[in-house]
């Protein structure tokens, strides 16, 4: 198994652009999640899923838009980039999230700028 | 909405001191979860703790649950440079997991 994988690994944009920042994961995990993680600030939760069809905005949602079409992918979107987004963008999956929470698997991560 | 906190935000030790991070919800936990990110990469989880007083060790590792549920502790014995990196609690909401800001610990040798 790979678990959780995302691309690219770096990535520098421009202000203003868009662009896709892809998550898959292959243990058919049903809750999927996108954290960013700023110095000091921990990790912040931006969009989840907790199944195909379904995603819902986390604490920090702004300028940020989620699909789930399937069950292993989870692309993130970023519509017009600002200096602000840059950050250290984590994906992760976990088995389930009905009642109690079990643990989260996490991708390597894409290091973003924003010029 | 849900808030965790964790102190202290930093904390450097010689090889071979003890070191603890602290963890504080403001509501009540249905459990609590333990990471640990090196330096350049990806959080990694550690345990998860569910019952009131929970106590558990991994190796030089013990994890505590407070009898309330609203605030839980890692102590690591004896630290090694091998132990650098954050540590950060998390814990569940309706859906979603919410992470303190994370200790971050420097073991010089």
């Known amino acids: 198994n790979a678990g959780v994988t995302q691309t690219p690994k770096f990535q520098v944009l421009k202000t203003g652009q868009s662009m896709t920042l892809q998550c898959a994961q292959d243990m058919n995990h049903e809750y999927m999640s996108w954290y960013r993680q700023d110095p000091g600030m921990g990790l912040r939760l931006i969009h989840y899923s907790v199944g195909a069809g379904i995603t819902d905005q986390g604490e920090v949602p702004n300028g940020y838009n989620v699909s789930r079409s399937t069950t292993e992918d989870f692309p993130l979107r970023l519509l017009s980039a600002a200096p602000s987004q840059t950050s250290v963008y984590f994906c992760?999956?976990?088995?389930?999230?009905?009642?109690?929470?079990?643990?989260?698997?996490f991708g390597p991560g894409t290091r973003l700028t924003v010029t | 909405g849900q808030q965790v906190m964790q102190i202290p935000q930093y904390q450097h030790v010689q090889e071979g001191e003890d070191f603890t991070t602290y963890c504080n919800s403001s509501t009540t936990l249905s459990n609590i979860q333990w990471y640990k990110q090196r330096p350049g990469g990806h959080p990694v989880f550690l345990i998860q703790l569910v019952k009131s007083g929970e106590v558990k060790k991994q190796k030089r590792l013990t994890f505590q649950f407070g009898e309330a549920k609203k605030n839980s502790s890692l102590h690591i014995t004896a630290t090694q440079t091998t132990d650098v990196g954050t540590y950060f609690c998390?814990?569940?909401?309706?859906?979603?997991?919410?992470f303190g800001k994370g200790t971050m610990l420097l073991v010089s040798p």
């Open positions: 992760a999956s976990s088995g389930d999230f009905s009642g109690r929470a079990l643990e989260q698997y």
């Open positions: 998390a814990g569940p909401g309706y859906s979603t997991l919410t």
